[in-house]
């Protein structure tokens, strides 16, 4: 039987975090919120994530232009065949991201989608690096030169971007519009990246500030935390979901045990 859940710092090595069958997950740029002086000022960045499909080569991301009549699964088959970023950070971190992603042998024109969870400017702010990427910032996807085209996502319907990837509505922070990516069957479990529906490890007397919809918020944080083995803040370090098991009493009768 599945019990109380608590979260845990993770530790490993940085960047990498995590590896599919499929898919590569790699905390580019860790997000951050530090308080400035005596006010309320806050100095900021979001975290930024790459989604590297194995196997990919810089060469093999050249992709063709969808068109309007090839349809929405056709263009979201061409937009992931190549790196996917999830959020970009602030204008602010430029030349940080820009770094990071040579590090990991991608560059701008490489990136075949980004996507924003939610449009903060420490969030999206660097979209313009890449023109030539297909974009789901919140709920809005869009192809290069701004063809808009509809998907259906919303909270019981994700969005199938491939085999252990999807991206999910998870309202609150930001509003109706959040979206968080799911990234099954790696090293280490489910890792979601989730944008602000977690600030940081130990964030459960702060976020209800910074949300536009506590209940709503209250609700995505439930859904993530029910699934994932790692979650990816939006300001913070990368941190881990431990499940306890709460033994029925059958369980305890086969291991001897008294049952009041």
């Not at 599945?2 to 710092?9: F, L, Q, S």
């Not at 919120?33 to 979001?46: F, K, W």
Request: proline share 7%; hydrophobic share 40%.
């Amino acid at each position: 039987m599945n019990g109380p859940v608590r979260t845990e710092p993770l530790h490993g090595e940085i960047p990498l975090l995590a590896t599919s069958g499929s898919y590569s997950v790699v905390v580019l740029l860790r997000g951050y919120a530090e308080p400035q002086g005596a006010g309320d000022a806050v100095r900021a960045d979001g975290t930024v994530t790459l989604v590297l499909p194995r196997g990919w080569a810089s060469d093999s991301s050249r992709r063709l232009a969808p068109s309007a009549d090839s349809g929405f699964k056709t263009a979201l088959k061409e937009a992931v065949r190549g790196p996917i970023l999830v959020d970009t950070g602030g204008p602010w971190a430029r030349g940080a991201l820009l770094e990071a992603l040579a590090t990991q042998g991608v560059a701008p024109e490489d990136v075949t989608l980004v996507v924003g969870t939610h449009g903060h400017s420490d969030h999206i702010g660097n979209l313009g690096l890449f023109p030539e990427a297909a974009l789901l910032v919140s709920h809005d996807f869009c192809l290069p030169e701004g063809l808009y085209l509809p998907h259906g996502l919303c909270e019981t319907q994700p969005l199938i971007l491939g085999s252990g990837l999807q991206v999910w509505a998870t309202p609150g922070h930001g509003g109706q519009r959040d979206v968080s990516v799911v990234v099954e069957g790696t090293s280490l479990g489910t890792v979601v990246v989730a944008g602000d529906v977690f600030e940081r490890l130990g964030d459960e007397d702060s976020w209800q500030a910074l949300s536009e919809d506590p209940v709503a918020q209250q609700r995505s944080r439930e859904r993530i935390l029910s699934v994932a083995d790692v979650v990816v803040p939006g300001h913070g370090a990368p941190f881990r979901v431990v499940r306890e098991t709460v033994k029925s009493s059958e369980d305890l009768i086969c291991e001897g045990k008294e049952v009041a």
